[in-house]
């Protein structure tokens, strides 16, 4: 059998061996001490690259976001974010567990926006009875969905009108960029800006479609990155010769932006393919990721779906929504033995 096509996520990337080659040669130091040449060059280059003062690498998108929501609030605030967003649903409670600050969250409209008129509800006045409304975070993409820039613009205006601080989970901040330049004919890098120019601070994961191996960046003001630095230290994120690994993102800065929009393309090959199937939704993807819904006699052999695709090499996850996702190890021959054998199953 030819190699696994693995569609589980993004993050399952092996690094390129050019990738290998800048961390072979990566100048290190102990960042703790602020002393490892390459942390520090990947943070000037990703906190100008996105329009802010300063930056900081972290090992994980969970302990940006922490760290983030930590350094915006104090214990009794909360934030407002989505229902289906990392820094609510999937990062273990962190921000009420570690920093006693209170999620409110909201649902999404189908475009994957939270509501402008439920944001305004949501926010609490200044009384006893109330935690106090801190933070507006977003999540961009989600879900695989680009959040239009006009709604981040309209966003983060209503939160900074209300005196609210403004996150962005930009985990795959780069995909939104290449989606959007797709859509308005510019450049990624300057859509990825336009983007992160609406917040406060900004996460960045290197370990998703940047194809590095470990990493994320938080980006903010020095004021408020001197905060999280204190936070990151607290959740023990304090690591030492981290130049090995912020190598590997640099280089994924610097040639892995640009290719996302062939993950994009991938996807789109993806969702085509199965177009058409009884019984099979798919959902167009707007950049890496597809959802694909089963009903009726579809969903009914739903449970065999993953076992056999499994025995064929293909990795993938869900039961009744299946989640498909692209990223620089799969290309389109893998994508096409992935339609084939789910057109196979599904037709037999
Ligand atoms: C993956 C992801 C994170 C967390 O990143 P980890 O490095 O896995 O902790 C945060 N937010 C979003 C939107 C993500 O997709």
């Not at 690994?245 to 090959?269: G, M, T, W």
């Amino acid at each position: 059998m030819s190699a696994m096509v693995d569609l589980r996520s993004d993050t399952v990337t092996q690094p390129t061996p050019a990738m290998r080659a800048a961390m072979a040669a990566a100048p290190l130091g102990d960042d703790v001490f602020a002393g490892d040449p390459s942390v520090n060059a990947l943070q000037d280059k990703i906190a100008a690259l996105l329009g802010f003062e300063a930056a900081l690498f972290v090992p994980t998108g969970t302990q940006s976001n922490l760290c983030a929501i930590l350094s915006h609030c104090q214990r009794g605030d909360e934030y407002i974010v989505g229902q289906q967003q990392h820094c609510y649903r999937w990062e273990g409670g962190g921000a009420a567990v570690f920093g006693s600050v209170q999620p409110q969250p909201l649902n999404h409209a189908t475009d994957g926006t939270l509501p402008l008129a439920d944001i305004e509800a949501a926010i609490k006045p200044d009384d006893a009875h109330f935690a106090r409304t801190r933070l507006l975070a977003l999540e961009n993409t989600l879900g695989g969905k680009l959040l239009p820039q006009a709604y981040l613009e309209e966003a983060t205006a209503l939160a900074r009108r209300q005196g609210l601080s403004r996150h962005l989970d930009g985990a795959r901040l780069f995909n939104a960029a290449v989606a959007q330049a797709a859509q308005t004919g510019g450049d990624a890098r300057a859509e990825a800006h336009r983007i992160a120019q609406c917040f406060d601070s900004v996460s960045v994961c290197f370990s998703k479609g940047l194809g590095a191996p470990v990493g994320s960046a938080l980006c903010g003001s020095r004021e408020f990155i001197a905060r999280a630095h204190r936070v990151r230290k607290m959740a023990g994120g304090g690591m030492r010769q981290a130049g090995l690994l912020a190598a590997a993102a640099s280089h994924a800065l610097d040639h892995h932006i640009d290719r996302l929009a062939d993950d994009h393309a991938l996807a789109r090959r993806l969702a085509d393919g199965l177009a058409g199937l009884p019984g099979v939704q798919v959902e167009a993807p707007q950049t890496n990721i597809v959802f694909v819904d089963l009903d009726g006699p579809a969903r009914d052999r739903s449970a065999g779906l993953l076992p056999h695709l499994a025995a064929q090499g293909i990795q993938a996850t869900g039961l009744y929504r299946l989640r498909f996702v692209t990223h620089l190890d799969v290309d389109a021959a893998g994508v096409d033995r992935a339609v084939a054998v789910m057109r196979d199953y599904f037709a037999g």
